[in-house]
């Protein structure tokens, strides 16, 4: 199996290297060639999925000659778990990455198949040459052949560690990746439209969708860590800035930039350069986000041992930033616009803000993240930089944010008259100084100025998005009639770009309020109680009801029922527990082996809208510990034998001698041995319940936590409605040509001019002008069209002029 | 105004508050961090200074003293003298002999005594070539 798999592999290395040869044949226009090379990497993708299965059909099957297994699984390991332990090691994790390039190139391939014909060879030869360099990497580079096997074959692998034993294991790892490789995707059509000076809108609309797949895959990855490290590890929070969380969320805020600035180029052909950056900065910091985690340059809670790939990454990062460089100066002069931003209330001057406001967030995030490597460089001493430093610029530029948030959706594109924007403002405007007169008067949120200014900017901006959809649907409903929810579901699902965007902007809205809520209001204290003793912890009664504690062949669990009253009634009976796991893989000799592996704590979360319960224990084992050590002297003793022997031990004593007089029975003794052990643990267990020891418990309350959560699957929720393709795509011709696209967008730009007038959002003469200039605009590209579509291939020709006869007096008419 | 000069002066606005707001990074990533020591070099450290600590903890050194713990560690290559250290406050979950942690503190008669609630251990877990259970 293990030697299958590394054929195929090695074929799947050739196979994306011929992709990219062939697609760079045909570049001046050759389909077969560009044809066949598609089909290359559709072939590329069936090997890696190949790869990928013999490797967990060797995780379920328990096959120990395979070294990945055995260093990941075990017999034990449960089988959910069996799944996942392929992205644990620095082998799977590349395969992965390079399986999730497989399938995404793959998909932009299929979907480009018609399109973009000059762009499309230069695009494949960079997405397999990433394929190919990672593919390679699993060959060609120490220590990382997922195929690798061992010889003998053990008995048995050393196992997961048990922290990572979580589902969030199962979902958050292939999350990130498959955000850090989608982006990619845009990265090389980027690459082939500057190469080929096709630097129009087109490749921008041809990978918008993976752009923002990658930024909700991302996103998703993002929460599922933060919601991880909440439940699971014991210290409370969901966020520490460490590198590794850091250099996961650099991607997404520039990511969040190009989102928004694309939408300039593609109604505006604006800021051409400034995308053609951020799509360089996306991948080169989704590839820095590879690398960290493999690198150990820098101290973080996630330490990584090896760093055999890390310097590969790193030439690669070296050859894309200069590469990409080198490109967008030689092609400046195609990528300048002669348009100029309008006017500065408008929604394409928001979105330069909010790009500025993103892109500052992300260098202040990158230079406190390297950080250490940079004091280093000027004082020799290496510094770090902690939490606070961070909050103090995140704060303010997250709260800029927010306020953008909710302005950008209220304005329209090119232009908004003033009489216009104040009729649009003046609801929000009063909602956010409503909440912020009542959360200074009824709540002590004045204390926390920023908190306060926050809370007061997402009223705003949920206000604004609210009065949109509601505009929106009421312009609608006079349009079509029908009823008023009606018109709200068919609004969306026509404009699901404009209307899952907004829905994105409420989500984000939500996860601030609860992110500052919980950060500035949090009470976390430590408390130390014994069985039945009571505190007060913020209002609320804590009480230590009595001990429970379990042991296993695998743990010790020291768990604590403790009752959480308010105002007399209780809210809450939680079951918290510290695990001390035994190590895995090697043999348990001793009863202290239990407090020589991993310990765990299991959190007890009494979860609410207004408040989350947190409380994790930390017991105080000393007397156990203390017995522990007694019993095994005891037993050393026992096996030991000699003058002083303690009488109980005789039969022991017996059996160890005749085990050593003859190996057979030796299994049979230290299975023996072991049972005795596991009997004296649980003895010694029982004796804990009626210890009356300590427990300090870490409590704490946290305010409007759940709504990071609640607010983040709302962005979630929006980033799909947004991905999801429009029904007269699913439905109309598979074949799309260049000129179509472009007349597509057209319409849909007078459709949004046409909304935002009804919506009361563009004055009547503002409109007017607009429409015109649209309309103009989209006849140019159907006289394009008709005159036999230019350079954009002759296949199509009769068609989009019968098509765009029609079309033309659509557009005339009005 | 004509547009050209009032682009300019945007421009001008733009970077100065962008050179500015640099400045304040830099000046303050500088003042706020906390230098980071191994424990070979806080041996000589000048006690009531703020460090962060990155060491190994020495295996079997760990013991609990009421609801806090004193261990030894050592420079992260193994070698050196051991460091005392004394801590009170949470202890994270993979906190163990052998892991590499970092810790706030300072010096106190020849023993670092860590700030609560600033015990960093690493997760250990994934990408190791070699897992020593």
Redesign the interface.
Known sequence: MASLGSVLLALAFFSAVAAAVLALRGRHGERRWVDLSRRTVYGFCALLTCCVAIIEIAFAGNDFSFNIVQ?HSSLETPAFYKMAAMW???EG?LLLWAWVLSLASSAALYATRNRLREVVPWATAVMMGIAAFFTGLMLFAP?VDPFATLSPVPSDG?GL?P??QHPSMMIHPPMLYSGYVTTTIPFAFAIGALITRRVDAEWVRATRRFALISWAFLGLGLMLGARWSYTE???GGYWAWDPVENAALMPWLIGTAFLHSIMVQEKRGMLKVWNACLVVGTFSLALLGTFL??SGVL????????N?VGPYILGLIAVVLIGSTALIVSRLDDLRSPK?IDSLISREAVFLINN?LLV?LT??IF??TF??LI?ELF?G??????A??FD??TTPLAILLVLFTGIGPLLAWRRVSWDSAKRIFVLPLVVGAVVTVALVLFTDAAHKPWALALFAFAAFALTGLAQEFWRGAAARRRLSGGSMAGALVALVSRNRRRYGGYIVHAGIAVLLIGIAASSSFQTNR?V?LRPGQSTVVDGRKVTYVRPTVAVDSEKFTFGQLVSVEEDGKRTALLHPSRRFFR????PSGTIGSYF??????EVGLNAGLTNDFWI?P?P???TV?RQVRAADQGFAACVRGGPGTPPQCKSLQTMMLAARANPRLRATALAQIARLQQATADRIARGYVHDDA?V?F?VIVNPLVTWIWIGGLIAFCGALIAIWPSRGRRRGSPVRTEADALKEAKYREIRDAELDHAAGKLSDEDYAILDAELRKEAVQILDEVGAGGGSNGAGNGNGASANGGTAREKVEQG | MD?QRKRKIRLVV?LSVAVL??VA??Y???T?????KEPSELLSATPGTSY?M?GEVVKGSIE?Q??GIAFLVRDRDGSGQALPVTYH?????????GR?I?L?GEMKSGTFVGE?ETL????????????N?
């Open positions: 260093q644990s090691s620095q994790s220590d050393i560690n922290l990572l590890l014991g210290w985690v493999r101290q973080s809670i996630h330490a990584f041992g090896d055999t100029r500025l500052g260098a202040v230079w406190g950080f250490p004091s004082t001493e290496k510094a770090s930089l902690a606070p430093w103090r610029y430590d130390t190590p895995t893989g090697v020589a592996g991993e310990a765990t704590s994790a930390q105080d084992i000393s510990q300590p300090t870490k | 547009p733009a707001l640099s990074l830099i303050t990533s500088f706020a961090s906390t230098q980071a962060d990155t609990h009421g609801n406050g949470t202890i994270p979950d993979p906190f163990r002999g590499e970092v706030t609560p960093v251990t690493k997760c250990p877990s994934k990408f190791t070539t070699q897992s259970g």
